[in-house]
C-alpha cells in the first residue's frame, strides 16, 4: 500500500481527526499544540501546553482532546499544562472540561452520548490505568475501573453494549462490557505477536485497523488488521520507525495515519470506508 507525506514537522505526533469540514487536526506531544491541515496546508491551531494525545470530534465541531500533562517526550520549551479532558472550540480557544483524569490517552464517544477516556499512568513499568466516563454536558466524569496495565487506544465498533481499549504492556485488546465495564470483566478479542497496539480504528466491515509500537528500537511499528473475531488478516507496512501511533478512516476511504518516529502525517487510500464515529453514525 502507497503512503503519501502530508508534513513532516509535527513532532511526536497523534489524534489524528478528519474533520467533517475537510481538514485534518493533529496533536502533537512534543510540541504542545494541535495542528491543523487545510488543502495539504499546515498550521498551529491551538497552543494547549503540555502533551495532547488523542483527539475525537464533537458534533458541534468542537474537539476533544486527552490532554496527558506533558510528562515525557515534551520538548523543554512547551509550557506545562495539566492532566485533563480539553474541550477545544473552532476558533482554537480551549478550556478544561473537569478534573478526574492523571494522564488521559485516548478517548471517544459512546452510542450513548458519553466520552469515554483512556487514563494511564505514564511510567516505565506502563502496569497501571483508569477508564473514566465523562457528560460533557455538565462536565461530570466518573471512574470505571482500574487496571494493572496502560490503558491506550480506545474505540466502539458496531455493537451498542461495549466498547474496546488496547493494552499496551501484553500487546492485546480487550473488549468491555458498557453495562459493567469491570476489567475483570472484559474479553480478550485481540493479542498480537510482533509489536503492541496504540491507537486504532474500524472500518465499515467491522475489522480492527491498528496503529502499532514496536517493542523495542530494532522493531518498526506498522498498521495491524484483526477480523472482529480476533484473527489477523494483513499487515501494512507504513515505511515508520519505532512508533506508528494512531490511524482514522473516513467514509470515502482516506486513511491517515500519524508517524511519530519521523514527525510525519501519512495519507493513503484504505480497501474499505471507516465505520463511522459516533456521533456521527447514522447521521
Not at 491543523?36 to 495532547?52: E, I, N, R, W
Not at 497501571?128 to 496502560?150: A, N
Not at 515505511?239 to 506508528?244: P, V
Amino acid at each position: 500500500m502507497k503512503f503519501d507525506v502530508v508534513t513532516d514537522a509535527v513532532g511526536f505526533c497523534e489524534g489524528p481527526v478528519q474533520c467533517r469540514d475537510g481538514s485534518i487536526v493533529i496533536t502533537s506531544l512534543s510540541d504542545g499544540c494541535l495542528y491543523k491541515v487545510v488543502d495539504g496546508q499546515v498550521s498551529t491551531f491551538a497552543m494547549l501546553g503540555g502533551g495532547p494525545n488523542g483527539a475525537v470530534e464533537g458534533e458541534h465541531g468542537d474537539l476533544f482532546v486527552a490532554q496527558s500533562g506533558g510528562v515525557f517526550l515534551t520538548k523543554p520549551d512547551v509550557p506545562p499544562a495539566k492532566g485533563d479532558v480539553v474541550l477545544v472550540r473552532p476558533d482554537g480557544s480551549f478550556e478544561a472540561l473537569g478534573s478526574g483524569p492523571r494522564s488521559p490517552n485516548d478517548l471517544a464517544f459512546g452510542p450513548d452520548g458519553m466520552l469515554y477516556v483512556t487514563d494511564p499512568t505514564r511510567g516505565t513499568a506502563r502496569d497501571d490505568g483508569r477508564l473514566w466516563r465523562f457528560d460533557i454536558e455538565s462536565g461530570e466524569c466518573e471512574q470505571l475501573t482500574t487496571m494493572p496495565w496502560y490503558c491506550n487506544g480506545i474505540a466502539f465498533s458496531t455493537e451498542t453494549d461495549c466498547f474496546y481499549v488496547a493494552d499496551t504492556l501484553s500487546g492485546r485488546i480487550l473488549r468491555f462490557r458498557l453495562d459493567d465495564p469491570r476489567t475483570e470483566k472484559a474479553e480478550l478479542v485481540v493479542q498480537m505477536t510482533r509489536c503492541v497496539p496504540d491507537g486504532f480504528a474500524f472500518d465499515a466491515t467491522g475489522n480492527f485497523v491498528i496503529a502499532t509500537v514496536g517493542r523495542s528500537e530494532s522493531e518498526t511499528g506498522c498498521l495491524q488488521v484483526f477480523s472482529p473475531e480476533g484473527k489477523l488478516l494483513d499487515i501494512v507496512e507504513t515505511g515508520s520507525g519505532q512508533y506508528c501511533t494512531n490511524v482514522a478512516i473516513d467514509a470515502e476511504r482516506n486513511i491517515v495515519v500519524t508517524d511519530s518516529s519521523k514527525g510525519r502525517l501519512l495519507k493513503g487510500i484504505w480497501p474499505h470506508p471507516g465505520l463511522p464515529l459516533h456521533p456521527f453514525r447514522g447521521a
